[in-house]
């Protein structure tokens, strides 16, 4: 399983994107079931000067619906990006409620002792930035839009604080079979032995998108190697790559997101 939050406050936690492909003979348009949760804790119960931890979360859903077989695909993807991101599947009310109240209760047990001890060691003039230290947020926010042959994309973006200098934001996503419902993976979508072509590709996109020529050019600028993409997002008329802050570079780079037509890729694409 990927993305999965093993511990929140000693693992950086992951953002989420789903790409779902789901289609129906009707082609009716596409709705989908909005879960939300927005709470937070105090770390010090009835302290309104304490730190906190604030957990916001918005995320579609496939609904079930009536018809056996839509309600089959849909409740497959659904527990598939539960188990992945949220640790749990069924209903997603429910496992996303729970999600938020380990997330809350790790906060808890994580820095409680510690902030206390500190707490009590600390000039009035240092209560400030101890708030600020042991303080943390975690936003996730989904979105899905229609991508190639019925695919729908599911997008979603995730900021996690544990105090610091900054938040950190990442964005995931996934890829599913319409009929099937099951994961669709770069090998399925590109012929066997040519991710190392797709790699030059994405290169010498985000070099040109740089303004560069190739990627001695990139170093310059700090880039370092550009690996195969973990993330991709299968729109109408190309694919996006998309590498999250510090895979391809330092964080002063940001993320980096690149989009090549299929066209320009057909060579190395499964027909």
């Known amino acids: 399983m990927r993305r ?7 693992l950086s936690l992951v953002s989420l994107v789903l790409l779902s492909m789901f289609s129906c003979e009707d082609k009716k348009e596409m709705t989908y079931d909005i879960t939300e949760e927005s709470r937070e ?3 010090v119960e009835g302290d309104p000067s304490s730190p906190k931890c604030v957990v916001s979360v918005s995320m579609p859903f496939l609904p079930t619906g009536e018809d056996n077989a839509q309600r089959s695909i849909a409740m497959k993807i659904n527990n598939q990006v539960l188990k992945e991101f949220f640790n749990g599947e069924g209903n997603p009310h429910e496992v996303v409620k729970s999600f938020v109240d380990d997330y809350l209760k790790e906060y808890k047990e994580d820095r409680y002792d510690y902030y206390v001890s500190e707490r009590s060691n600390c000039l009035p003039e240092d209560t400030s930035f101890l708030v600020n230290a042991f303080s943390a947020h975690l936003t996730m926010r989904g979105s899905i839009s229609s991508g190639r ?3 729908l994309g599911f997008t979603v973006e995730q900021e996690v604080y544990n105090g610091g200098a900054h938040p950190v934001s990442t964005t995931y996503f996934v890829n599913f079979n319409p009929v099937t419902g099951d994961e669709v993976k770069l090998s399925d979508v590109f ?3 040519t991710l190392d072509q797709l790699t030059d590709k994405i290169t010498h996109a985000i070099a040109a998108q740089n303004k560069v020529r190739d990627m001695e050019g990139l170093r ?3 880039y370092d190697d550009i690996g195969t993409p973990q993330e991709y997002l299968m729109g109408p008329d190309s694919l996006t790559f998309f590498y999250n802050v510090y895979e391809i570079g330092p964080y002063a780079l940001g993320p980096t997101r690149v989009s090549i037509a299929y066209k320009d890729m057909e060579d190395i694409m499964v027909k």
Not at 4 to 10: P, Q
């Open 220 to 222: 310059e600028l700090g």
């Open 4 to 10: 999965i939050l093993k511990s929140a406050f000693n």
């Open 191 to 193: 012929l066997t032995g």
């Open 149 to 151: 042959n019925g695919m």
């Open 41 to 43: 804790a105090l770390l």
